[in-house]
């Protein structure tokens, strides 16, 4: 028997970063930059209004108020997408719009509320500082700038930038393409409903719907009988298009646990006990020519999916460059006692629920319901697992439990 963390050491060990490739910047939304990003470009771009209203020279409406109004004429009509250059005369307006280029010399805009809106001349009440409602070339990005850092992960406001200045490719590191293979005579096909002594492949979409969630592209291939030359043929075909595989079933101490039987002497591939449950047995190692990464992992969907959680989403956001957690445990009270087993890191299904206070946020762990490791049920109303370490022996209500989200928690402060 291994321990939870000599497992994923051997896992995150052996898995590396993606090389980069270039792609255009939508397709890199959740991609890790694998360059700086230098900005040919200021942004803004050129000086531009604030607001809808008057370009003008502050000096001129210095006497300007409620009760003394200045009227002035207005030479000209600048909307945004203008790219004439214009210049505005001392004692004279032009009327402007939001993001359309300031006339050379004036050096304020009026806001529209404040003037009667006039066409050919403006009444202006009230008086503006030099550079009011003015952007300034280059006052939020400079040419030259580095934008953004390698190692940045791309979602919608990182994507926002890069479009500003100009930019139409992106050196990423790429999504890891993830080939997902059941394993097992009893599958069939979601969409069917299972018949005596079958059962529907629920750790195929489970774990293709996991790695898609994860940020990753999923490949997934129907059930595979338990024979060895069909899952071998199988897996070497995929290897082709894929950064890393997920397996699931036969890898226990069953008669016809073929996963284990075709790849125990294959590349690195090593099947131990881990003092975890669910999920005791695992299998991992690196095969073929692109030594890819290969997951066995057991049938149990909800081993299945803890095995995911804990072994193979980690390994998998290194490969996209990006960290190995991206979420911090929960901190949370047992809301009751619950069994614990002797000696193994135990991954309980839980709801975790907050209530605020002046304290604060306090998260309550109750667990969600039966815990077999084949109970989709209560894995389904889980919004956590509570880890319980190896050498606890007991939970009772009102321990502090520490609890990995699965899916958005609300963070405690
Ligand atoms: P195994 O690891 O192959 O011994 O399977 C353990 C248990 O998980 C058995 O009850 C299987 O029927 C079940 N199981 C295996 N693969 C899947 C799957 N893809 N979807 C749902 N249940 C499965
Ligand atoms: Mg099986």
């Not at 004439?84 to 939001?98: C, D, E, W």
């Not at 940045?152 to 500003?164: F, K």
Request: hydrophobic share 45%; aromatic share 4%; charged share 15%.
């Amino acid at each position: 028997m291994i321990t939870v963390q000599e497992h994923l050491s051997r896992i995150v060990e052996s898995v590396q970063r993606l090389p980069p490739i270039g792609l255009d910047l939508l397709d890199a939304q959740g991609c890790v930059l694998a360059q700086d990003v230098t900005s040919e470009v200021s942004l803004p771009g050129f000086r531009n209004s604030a607001m809808d209203g008057y370009a003008v020279h502050a000096a001129d409406l210095a006497a300007a108020g409620d009760a003394a109004p200045v009227v002035l004429p207005v030479a000209g009509d600048i909307a945004a997408g203008n790219t004439q250059t214009l210049s505005l005369a001392p004692g004279q307006s032009m009327r402007i719009m939001t993001g359309a280029p300031m006339p050379d010399g004036a050096d304020a805009v009026v806001p529209v509320e404040r003037t009667d809106g006039g066409l050919t001349r403006v009444v202006v009440s009230a008086s503006v500082s030099v550079g009011q409602h003015v952007r300034e070339a280059g006052e939020d990005v400079q040419a030259g700038d580095v934008v953004m850092s390698q190692g940045t992960r791309l979602g919608p406001r990182q994507i926002a930038l890069l479009a500003a200045v100009g930019t139409g490719e992106v050196r990423v590191t790429p999504r890891p393409r993830v080939v997902v293979i059941s394993t097992g005579d009893e599958l069939i096909e979601p969409g069917t409903r299972p018949g005596f002594g079958q059962v529907v492949d629920s750790n195929g979409l489970m774990l293709t719907a996991a790695v898609r969630a994860l940020g990753c592209i999923p490949f997934r291939v129907g059930c595979v009988r338990d024979d060895a030359q069909t899952f071998l043929s199988t897996i070497e075909s995929q290897l082709r298009r894929a950064d890393a595989v997920i397996t699931t079933g036969g890898v226990s101490m069953g008669a016809y646990d073929t996963v284990k039987e075709v790849l125990s002497a294959v590349g690195t591939m090593r099947f131990d006990k881990v003092a975890m449950q669910p999920g005791m047995p695992q299998g991992f190692g690196v095969i073929g020519e692109g030594e890819i990464p290969v997951f066995t992992l057991p049938g149990n969907p909800v081993s299945a999916l803890v095995s995911f959680e804990v072994f193979v989403a980690p390994a998998l956001r290194l490969m996209a460059g990006r960290p190995q957690r991206e979420t911090s445990m929960v901190s949370a009270v047992a809301a009751h006692d619950w069994a614990v087993p002797a000696g193994k890191v135990q991954y309980a299904r839980v709801v975790l629920s907050h209530e605020s206070s002046h304290e604060g946020l306090r998260h309550t762990a109750a667990i969600a319901g039966f815990q077999g490791s084949h109970a989709l049920g209560s894995l389904a109303v889980a919004n956590a697992l509570a880890v319980i370490p190896a050498e606890v022996t007991s939970v009772r209500a009102g321990d502090q439990v520490s609890c990995h989200p699965l899916g958005p928690i609300l963070e405690a402060s």
